[in-house]
């Protein structure tokens, strides 16, 4: 694609990257057939193609951002969707990225819009905060059909619908720093393979903390000691996507500081188990490429960063230990009888690459694994999509969860956090993540999603 942009506009390093992106562009459309928001309401500026249109115009003549345009950009889930589709190579990520900031710098919202916004920056990334506004949000919940009503409020019953029920309390023996992981370290298993650190992440320990303790649990059994990094936080990813670049590139620095203390005690992988906290770690070279004094050390966490998936496939489970029977439903092929519906997270598939080896690691312990139709498309969660976009969050995650039931599987599996909450607001079966049943299926405990389904092997 053509390109206007002056001499003095490349000259700002966020410019030059961005005009590198639209020039690969050669206009073939292939990225609307797979972009979700294109399929859902054929709206070509609701596509990559369209949306890089106008974003070039608005950044090739920098404008004032139109309501208009915002809502187009706004409407994209940064599933990436389009970048394992593109021929030419075209990374719409950093596109987007640079025009979600530049419209938090040049527009002004409505109010409505700041404050939601706001309050989920604000919330979200910090634990403690996010566990806090859980508890008064299950007491608000039933007011959430009511509060739909108002296109104002939307952001809120959105807030309230995903509250759960019930906040789980952290898992036992679930460790929060590198003193108390090595404490927890079984003696029996040594640590033939060396040392990880354990992304402690913002969200999924608080809705799902049995994750976190699950993948502990595993790695030792593979071989690795587990630490946690005394001073990390969350990785940016959910500010990140609001256009918050001075918030995301905080969070990054934070990160790299707290992980680069450890590194020099010989670290062989930082270990994410959350898709979207992944792909926003693999990119931390390229946030902070221009910060002189973070450059180096970010792009050797981006190198170390693994999902816990890929760690695992490289280096092999322990030996299978043997799975509970099922009990209430009719016997199938595969481990103990159990079917598996798997969904690819956008962050793992697109963002991060990562497609067969969670099928393979959960058909090498015996369970039968389907992948649904349209596995490609995002269920709507994309961070703080289901609350900020509602209504076209709704549509995706309703078509999604139609896919997977049309698998008749007795469990889906997932590798984000986002996406397990989405679909388990809809879904008939248990949602649990991948690494929870990896776990299961090689000496660790049943996931508790799945307690009422299984008993204990004879």
Same mark, same amino acid.
């Given at each position: 694609? %053509?390109?206007?942009?002056?001499?003095?506009?490349?000259?700002?390093?966020?410019?030059?990257? +961005?005009?590198?992106?639209?020039?690969?562009?050669?206009?073939?459309?292939?990225?609307?057939?797979?972009?979700?928001?294109?399929?859902? @309401?054929?709206?070509?500026?609701?596509?990559?193609?369209?949306?890089?249109?106008?974003?070039?115009?608005?950044?090739?003549?920098?404008?004032?951002?139109?309501? *208009?345009?915002?809502?187009?950009?706004?409407?994209?889930?940064?599933?990436?969707?389009?970048?394992?589709?593109?021929?030419?190579?075209?990374?719409?990520?950093?596109?987007?990225?640079?025009?979600?900031?530049?419209?938090?710098?040049?527009?002004?919202?409505?109010?409505? *819009?700041?404050?939601?916004?706001?309050?989920?920056?604000?919330?979200?990334?910090?634990?403690?905060?996010?566990?806090? /506004?859980?508890?008064?949000?299950?007491? !608000?919940?039933?007011?959430?059909?009511?509060?739909?009503? =108002?296109?104002?409020?939307?952001?809120? +019953?959105?807030?309230?619908?995903?509250?759960?029920?019930?906040?789980?309390?952290?898992?036992?023996?679930?460790?929060?720093?590198?003193?108390?992981?090595?404490?927890?370290?079984?003696?029996?298993?040594?640590? &033939?393979?060396?040392? $990880?650190?354990?992304?402690?992440?913002?969200?999924?320990?608080?809705?799902?903390?049995?994750?976190?303790?699950?993948?502990?649990?595993?790695?030792?059994?593979?071989?690795?000691?587990?630490?946690?990094? /005394?001073?990390?936080?969350?990785?940016? !990813?959910? $500010?990140?996507?609001?256009?918050?670049?001075?918030?995301?590139?905080?969070?990054?620095?934070?990160?790299?500081?707290?992980?680069?203390?450890?590194?020099?005690?010989?670290?062989?992988?930082?270990?994410?188990?959350?898709?979207?906290?992944?792909?926003?770690?693999?990119?931390?070279?390229?946030?902070?490429?221009?910060?002189?004094?973070?450059?180096? &050390?970010?792009?050797?966490?981006? !190198?170390?960063?693994?999902?816990?998936?890929?760690?695992?496939?490289? =280096?092999?489970?322990?030996?299978?230990?043997?799975?509970?029977?099922?009990?209430?439903?009719? %016997?199938? =092929?595969?481990? !103990?009888?159990?079917?598996?519906?798997?969904?690819?997270?956008?962050?793992?598939?697109?963002?991060?690459?990562?497609?067969?080896?969670?099928?393979?690691?959960?058909?090498?312990?015996?369970?039968?694994?389907? @992948?649904?139709?349209?596995?490609?498309?995002?269920?709507?969660?994309?961070?703080?999509?289901?609350?900020?976009? #509602?209504?076209?969050?709704? %549509?995706?995650?309703?078509?999604?969860?139609?896919?997977?039931?049309?698998?008749?599987?007795?469990?889906?599996?997932?590798?984000?956090?986002?996406?397990?909450?989405?679909?388990?607001?809809?879904?008939?079966?248990?949602?649990?993540?991948?690494? *929870?049943?990896?776990?299961?299926?090689?000496?660790?405990? #049943?996931?508790?999603?799945? @307690?009422?389904?299984?008993?204990?092997?004879?």
């Amino acid at each position: 694609m %053509q390109t206007r942009f002056s001499a003095q506009q490349l000259a700002q390093p966020a410019m030059a990257t +961005s005009e590198a992106v639209i020039r690969k562009c050669v206009h073939c459309g292939f990225c609307t057939a797979t972009c979700p928001t294109y399929v859902l @309401l054929g709206d070509e500026l609701d596509s990559p193609r369209g949306r890089i249109y106008l974003i070039k115009d608005l950044l090739e003549n920098e404008r004032t951002p139109t309501a *208009e345009v915002v809502k187009h950009v706004d409407r994209c889930l940064s599933c990436l969707s389009c970048v394992t589709t593109c021929p030419s190579g075209v990374n719409y990520m950093h596109l987007v990225d640079h025009a979600r900031s530049y419209i938090e710098t040049h527009y002004r919202r409505p109010l409505p *819009e700041r404050l939601w916004r706001a309050l989920l920056a604000a919330v979200l990334p910090y634990p403690r905060r996010f566990r806090a /506004a859980l508890a008064l949000g299950r007491l !608000a919940r039933p007011l959430a059909p009511l509060l739909g009503r =108002s296109a104002a409020l939307q952001p809120l +019953s959105a807030m309230l619908a995903l509250t759960p029920a019930r906040v789980p309390r952290a898992a036992a023996g679930d460790a929060v720093s590198p003193t108390a992981a090595r404490a927890a370290a079984d003696p029996a298993l040594p640590a &033939r393979r060396g040392r $990880v650190l354990l992304l402690q992440g913002c969200a999924e320990p608080v809705l799902q903390p049995q994750v976190r303790a699950a993948t502990a649990r595993l790695l030792r059994r593979v071989g690795y000691e587990v630490a946690f990094a /005394a001073g990390e936080g969350c990785c940016g !990813a959910l $500010v990140h996507h609001m256009g918050r670049e001075a918030q995301a590139l905080r969070a990054a620095r934070r990160n790299v500081d707290a992980w680069t203390g450890a590194l020099g005690e010989g670290i062989a992988a930082i270990v994410i188990t959350a898709g979207g906290c992944g792909a926003a770690i693999k990119n931390y070279g390229h946030l902070l490429r221009h910060d002189p004094d973070y450059a180096g &050390r970010a792009a050797q966490v981006a !190198a170390l960063a693994r999902d816990v998936t890929e760690l695992l496939e490289a =280096s092999g489970l322990p030996e299978r230990t043997g799975l509970p029977e099922r009990t209430g439903l009719p %016997q199938q =092929s595969g481990a !103990a009888g159990l079917t598996v519906a798997y969904h690819p997270a956008c962050s793992l598939q697109h963002g991060q690459q990562i497609t067969t080896g969670p099928v393979r690691l959960l058909e090498s312990v015996g369970f039968r694994v389907k @992948l649904p139709a349209e596995a490609h498309l995002c269920c709507g969660s994309a961070g703080t999509y289901n609350i900020l976009q #509602p209504v076209i969050a709704g %549509q995706l995650a309703e078509r999604k969860v139609a896919q997977l039931d049309r698998l008749a599987a007795d469990v889906v599996a997932t590798g984000n956090v986002g996406c397990a909450v989405q679909i388990a607001q809809r879904a008939s079966i248990p949602v649990v993540h991948t690494v *929870e049943l990896l776990d299961w299926a090689t000496g660790g405990p #049943p996931p508790p999603g799945l @307690l009422a389904i299984v008993r204990p092997a004879s």
